[in-house]
Antibody, heavy 119, light 113 residues
Framework: QVQLVQSGSELKKPGASVKVSCKAS????????LNWVRQAPGQGLEWMGWINTNTWNPTYARGFTGRFVFSLDTSVSTAYLEISGLKADDTAIYYC????????????WGQGTLVTVSS | DIVMTQSPDSLAVSLGERATINCKSS????????????LNWYQQKPGQPPKLLIY???TRESGVPDRFSGSGSGTDFTLTISSLQADDVAVYYC?????????FGQGTKLEIK
């Protein structure tokens, strides 16, 4: 069955970096895009962008450029989200989600990774 | 960016009654190439990731109960739950995929009256 399993919660100090992983199984990794979605505490969903698992080309939403990097290791069907220069308002749950290539529907989601930024 | 606005922000409906959630896009999200509207609906229960309910504005995802239906075209869309069940308590989000960034609505919290 399709699964996306994310790495565990992280507690980081302001200015530090974090790398969240998302390991896919149960399907051909390169047949679907990989999206990232942020949810701040008690808030709604925010689409951060996606990475094309065939071309490795990332697309970032406004507000997620510069400090946010999407990457892949297709040999282990894993996607990564790296955030540098962490700020308190980066505190959120970060979800990875499989995206259908010819439409932006996110049909399978990881369990989410809570990143807490606090001094 | 396309702005998605949902109404109401919260809704309380009695068990067995109809629940209706609206979503409005700031511009048309109708794909001329296939005459389909690029809209998803998701359900998010507390402590869980979102679940895809509907895509192309009205196509139910596999396994989604038929009490959930989507309608609308152009800029105005509706998610309807025909007979509310206790398990339907959740926050519901619309999302457009007409153009990046694939923006979400702010969410509608559905509760039992």
């Amino acid at each position: 069955q399709v699964q996306l399993v994310q790495s565990g919660s992280e507690l980081k100090k302001p200015g530090a970096s974090v790398k969240v992983s998302c390991k896919a199984s149960g399907y051909t990794f390169t047949s679907y895009g990989l999206n990232w979605v942020r949810q701040a505490p008690g808030q709604g969903l925010e689409w951060m962008g996606w990475i094309n698992t065939n071309t490795w080309n990332p697309t970032y939403a406004r507000g997620f450029t510069g400090r946010f990097v999407f990457s892949l290791d297709t040999s282990v069907s894993t996607a990564y989200l790296e955030i540098s220069g962490l700020k308190a308002d980066d505190t959120a749950i970060y979800y990875c989600a499989r995206g259908i290539m010819n439409r932006g529907s996110l049909d399978y989601w990881g369990q989410g990774t809570l990143v807490t930024v606090s001094s | 960016d396309i702005v998605m606005t949902q109404s109401p922000d919260s809704l309380a409906v009695s068990l067995g009654e109809r629940a209706t959630i609206n979503c409005k896009s700031s511009q048309s999200i109708l794909y001329s190439s296939n005459n389909e509207n690029s809209l998803n609906w998701y359900q998010q229960k507390p402590g869980q990731p979102p679940k895809l309910l509907i895509y192309w504005a009205s196509t139910r995802e596999s396994g989604v109960p038929d009490r959930f239906s989507g309608s609308g075209s152009g800029t105005d869309f509706t998610l309807t739950i025909s007979s509310l069940q206790a398990d339907d308590v959740a926050v519901y989000y619309c999302q457009q995929y007409y153009s990046t960034p694939y923006t979400f609505g702010q969410g509608t919290k559905l509760e039992i009256k």
